[in-house]
């Protein structure tokens, strides 16, 4: 697994959101990093840019990369399959 080592302030303020716990850079500087991070944002995001930022996150919050948050979800998809419920009249 790769872990991130650089700033994680930059990262919270990427996604404006608190993600390695509560960070005070994120109160101070309301606005993404670098050289245009304070100036008007674009419009709306589209279905893949949400979706992509949602993996990065889990991405920095886990530590865990593509191929194995695919062996997560396999697993835990066959989890659910074997859990079924043995009351059909509940």
């Known amino acids: 697994m ?3 080592t650089g700033p994680k302030s930059k990262i919270a303020r990427k ?3 608190p993600i390695f716990g ?3 850079a994120l ?3 309301n606005y993404p990093p670098g050289q245009h991070g304070a ?3 674009r419009g709306k995001q589209s279905e893949y840019a949400t979706q992509l930022q949602e993996k990065q996150k889990v991405k ?3 530590g865990v990369l593509r191929s194995s948050s695919l062996i997560y979800s396999k697993k835990r ?3 659910k399959v074997l859990q079924v419920p043995t009351c059909y009249n509940c």
Request: net charge positive.
């Open 39 to 41: 100036s008007k944002r």
């Open 77 to 79: 998809q066959q989890e």
């Open 15 to 17: 996604f404006r959101e």
């Open 22 to 24: 509560p960070d005070k």
């Open 60 to 62: 920095y919050t886990y």
């Open 27 to 29: 109160d101070r500087k």
């Open 2 to 4: 790769a872990r991130y």
